[in-house]
């Protein structure tokens, strides 16, 4: 699923051999994991964070890609530019524990972006659901939050695209 979803992230689908002159491909993708204890059941072989894996390693050389893990709190942060082995270490050190922060996760998610002017910005984000947080006021305020995260996204030209994970829909 995030392999295809790829395609979209990429505007420009250049060859090797046309990458010349003007035509720039460069870009930024920031994947965003949802890692609170309800993915233990959704993901139990882990194929959300093998998928981002593979994507990693399926971009073009010319894109850059980080990485937020969030739960109650953020579980990782992985800036754009960060060498394949120490992305490698960061995601096979993630678990699935505690409530959702989606408004968190989306915030530290567009705060990555450069400002390099980088011609392509897209998240894609990995998750089995809704905001949950331990009480009313704080689950608020992490939709506050997310919504304002999004408006920032879209005002800065990122593009994003949720990933649904799972199959047991307990509040469609």
């Known amino acids: 699923t995030t392999a295809v ?22 870009g930024e993708i920031i994947f965003i994991l949802d890692t609170r204890a309800s993915m233990n059941a959704q993901d139990r072989d882990r194929e959300a964070i093998d998928a981002i894996r593979q994507a ?24 754009p530019g960060t060498p394949a082995a120490q992305m490698e270490e ?14 968190e996760g989306l915030a530290q998610a567009v705060g990555l972006f450069s400002e390099s002017g980088a011609s392509d910005r897209c998240i894609v984000m990995l998750t089995d659901g809704e905001i949950d ?5 704080a689950r608020e305020a992490s939709r506050a939050l997310y919504s304002e995260a999004a408006l920032q996204a879209r005002e800065r030209g990122v593009r994003m695209y949720i990933v649904a994970i799972g199959t047991e829909l307990s509040d469609p």
């Open 56 to 79: 990693v390693y399926s971009l073009p050389s010319d894109y850059r890609v980080g990485l937020v893990a969030y739960n109650t709190d953020i579980q990782t942060v992985i800036v």
């Open 5 to 26: 979803l790829l395609i979209f992230c990429v505007k420009e689908n250049i060859r090797g051999e046309e990458k010349s002159g003007n035509i720039s491909s460069s």
């Open 133 to 137: 947080m331990p009480d009313s006021r």
């Open 90 to 103: 960061m995601l096979a050190g993630i678990t699935y524990t505690g409530y959702t922060n989606a408004g």
